[in-house]
């Protein structure tokens, strides 16, 4: 019994919502983050199983573009939570709201 | 058979690392819990015949992310545990596992309630690359597609990636004593870590 497309898009989506529950229940902004890249790697492990599923080369292309895009997005949110602790040593992400003009 | 207990034993690790992230109160051990998390992600993706993508998986996330996490942890020094037990906003808790719960039930119901899950025409492209007898391999054909369908997105994601690279520096970089004047001289930059690690930062 080999496991079929269907195990992998369950096992995405439960990846994904405890992806989402983490970021809506922690407070500390760098482990919110990695509750993205976690919704990030599901919603990569859906296009990789459509991919196979489909027989499309285009879905696993898109993956790299999304990891591409995922770092990208990690350095520039990181530098921004250095800029915002350095300020603010210890502030969660409630404290952003300081940040307000 | 192989594939079955491959599946499980990557997916319970998939699943133990991401209940990891969000439950250790220490920011060092949710890194790590994402290591095994997206190692797991890697396992099944070489399952499914992407091997580029679990081989950049591992280099790009497991090596190059994590410890960029790592870095931050240790250079903002808030590796100390979190009190997880305070809760500031109440029944914020119970309301985010609820819509997780809710978020994973109409997914699963999505999935699992239609006769067949996945529709849609096959690719017209042709097969992907499978097993050891495939002609071509998966590197090579996700090569062929990156530079001539996707050639115009591969290039945009060069120019994303430089303005990533400025941008960290503009935000991170430490302000210079002329610019400092202009923030407002209240003492606030000058705080424990502003100086040693915004050097090592610059």
Not at chain 1, 53 to 76: K, N, P, R, T, Y
Not at chain 2, 48 to 76: K, R, S
Not at chain 2, 167 to 194: C, I, M, Q, W, Y
Request: proline share 3%; hydrophobic share 60%; with cysteine.
């Amino acid at each position: 019994m080999a496991p079929t497309d269907t195990w992998y898009l369950v096992l995405a989506a439960l990846l994904f919502a405890i992806g989402a529950v983490g970021l809506l229940v922690r407070r500390n902004p760098l482990v919110m983050f990695m509750c993205i890249e976690l919704m990030l790697n599901a919603v990569n492990l859906t296009f990789v199983s459509f991919a196979s599923a489909l027989d499309d080369i285009g879905g696993q292309v898109v993956v790299f573009f999304v990891l591409v895009v995922a770092a990208a997005e990690v350095v520039v949110g990181l530098a921004i939570i250095v800029a915002v602790m350095r300020r603010q040593p210890g502030a969660t992400a409630d404290d952003v709201a300081v940040l307000r003009g | 058979m192989v594939e079955l207990i491959v599946f499980l034993i990557a997916g319970t690790i998939v699943l133990g690392g991401a209940f990891g992230v969000i439950l250790n109160s220490n920011p060092v051990h949710a890194a790590l819990s994402l290591v095994a998390t997206l190692f797991g992600v890697a396992v099944l993706f070489i399952a499914q015949d992407a091997h580029f993508l679990a081989a950049i998986q591992v280099i790009v996330y497991a090596g190059a992310i994590v410890v960029l996490f790592l870095f931050v942890i240790m250079l903002l020094g808030v590796d100390q545990a979190e009190q997880l037990e305070v809760e500031p906003l109440t029944a914020q808790r119970p309301v985010a596992i609820l819509a997780g719960v809710v978020l994973a039930g109409f997914t699963l119901v999505a999935l699992l309630a239609g006769g067949s899950t996945i529709t849609g025409q096959k690719s017209v492209r042709g097969d992907i690359a499978r097993g050891e007898d495939a002609v071509i391999t998966n590197v090579d054909q996700i090569g062929r597609v990156l530079f001539t369908d996707y050639v115009l997105a591969f290039e945009i994601t060069a120019v994303l990636l430089t303005i990533a690279v400025v941008g960290s520096v503009v935000l991170a970089r430490k302000l210079h004593s002329n610019e400092r004047s202009l923030v407002g001289d209240d003492g606030e930059t000058t705080t424990p870590f502003a100086d040693e690690p915004g050097e090592a930062v610059r």
